[in-house]
Structure formats: C-alpha cells, structure tokens
C-alpha cells in the first residue's frame, strides 16, 4: 500500500513554502501525484449596528482580494513543485473545509497545516475536515518542511476509528524507525492489553515491528502528549471519536487536545 495522491492544503493567510515543501518531500517519498488546493469565501450580508448590510461592492472587493491571493499562491506552488512531480492545483471562491472535503475524492491523503484561523471563511475547520472527509487527514507541526515519522506513535484503543487509522497509516509505519503502539489504562482492562498484542501481530504480518506500552491513568490528551514527547515521536497516528451536533462537532478529550497540539505531527482517521 502506498499514497498515490496527495493534496496539500494551502490557507489564504499563512505563507505557503513550508506546507508545499512538505508535500513535495511526501510525493517524492511515495511516488505520489500532488494537488494543491486553497479556497476563502466572501462572508455572507451582515446586519451593522446601524440596521445596514454590506453592500454587493464591498463583497466584489473582498472577492477580487480573495482571487487575487489565490493566484499567488498557485504562482508560488507551481514555482516550488519540480518538474519531476506531477502536480495540479485547484482554487475556489468558496468554503474552504467544503472545498477540500469535496476535493478530498481525488486523493489517498489531506495535508493541511496547523494554523488555528478563527474565520471559517477563510480557513480550514480541522475536526470538521477529518470526520467528514472520509480520507486521512495530516496536521503538520508548525512551519515543518518534513514530516520523516521516525518514531512514530500509534494512540490505540479498541474501536473501529484506531483500526481505521492504523490501516490508513501502513506507509508511514512501514518507513518508520521505531513504531510504539500506546494505549491509556484506566481500568487495568486485560481485554485492552490483549488487543495491544493483536495490533502488534498485524503490524509484523505487514512487516513493521512495533513495541507496545500501556500507560496508566486518566484517559486526556495531555498524558498522551506528554508520553509522545518522552520518546520522542515525530508523529503521532490515531483515530478521532466525535460527532455533528447541530452542524457543529463535538469531540473526545483526546482527539481535542490532538486537534489542538502544534508542536508534533497528527495522522487521523475517522
């Protein structure tokens, strides 16, 4: 199994040259075709305090802005791709987690980076994207170029979104170093470190050696980063347990503070 699409998400407000660096060095590491994509949308009519609406100008301009910075962007895309990649580039005045999502058809996996944008009209809604996409989703670090998942750590438990993740994740762990599949204890559950050991098996007959770990204590975010950190990984691999509650999404404690996290690589799958 490899990844023979990848899209790299390009967000209107943030610089691009490391998110396209990253995607190249993905593409070139697993004979991958790359897209880029990048979308922003014009805010629908507002009320003011003073009982007016933004006027169909005034939505022209921010429009013509927005076409404008899309365009740079795909001139700095197509000036940092080799000609050894094949590359296509797609844009769009629109929702820029819609567009992706919808895009995501055309991929085997989603690069985006880790900028928190508030403004859903001009940057990607994380955990919306990863729930609703139905692809894997890669948050990179903070201004990373390279995402080499060396030590990679696999947050497992027992439910379809992990096995999901662990299957979607093959390449990467199959190219790793060292590969630790972690599961957060609270009940001392033998059941749990039994499927520990099962993971493990699967991941031999795929012929990755992983080890694995059961920590103990209260099952939240910061204890798994906290243990990510300890040995060191560059990327941490999980699946996200949420859902929609009135078009907005609610999320496990651990998949939060994932979403949240900037300083190491995630790799979800829902």
Not at 12 to 40: N, S
Not at 89 to 105: D, E, M, N, Y
Request: no cysteine.
């Amino acid at each position: 199994m490899s990844y023979k699409s990848i899209i790299v998400n390009l967000a209107v407000d943030a610089p691009p040259a490391a998110t396209v660096k990253l995607g190249i060095e993905l593409a070139e590491r697993f004979g991958a075709r790359l897209i880029g994509l990048a979308a922003a949308d014009v805010p629908p009519l507002v009320a003011t305090g003073n009982g007016m609406v933004y006027e169909g100008e005034i939505m022209q301009i921010q429009r013509t802005e927005i076409e404008k910075r899309l365009a740079e962007l795909r001139a700095e895309f197509e000036r940092l791709v080799p000609a050894s990649i094949f590359s296509e580039w797609g844009q769009s005045v629109s929702s820029p987690t819609r567009f992706l999502s919808v895009s995501a058809r055309m991929a085997d996996l989603i690069v985006t980076g880790s900028e928190k944008g508030e403004n859903v009209f001009r940057a990607v809604d994380v955990g919306s994207l990863v729930l609703g996409t139905g692809r894997p989703v890669l948050v990179a670090a903070s201004n990373v170029e390279h995402v080499m998942a060396k030590t990679v750590l696999v947050a497992w438990k027992d439910t379809r979104e992990a096995r999901r993740a662990i299957a979607d994740a093959l390449p990467f762990l199959a190219k790793a170093n060292e590969v630790v599949v972690a599961t957060i204890d609270t009940d001392r559950d033998e059941s749990l470190r039994d499927s520990l050991a099962d993971v493990a098996v699967f991941l031999e007959h795929h012929g990755i050696m992983a080890r694995t770990e059961s920590i103990a204590g209260e099952a939240d975010g910061d204890q798994l980063l906290t243990f990510a950190r300890s040995i060191h990984a560059d990327l941490i691999v999980s699946g996200a347990y949420g859902h929609s509650r009135l078009r907005e999404w609610a999320f496990g404690g651990v998949t939060r503070s994932l979403i949240e996290e900037s300083g190491i690589s995630r790799f979800m799958s829902y």
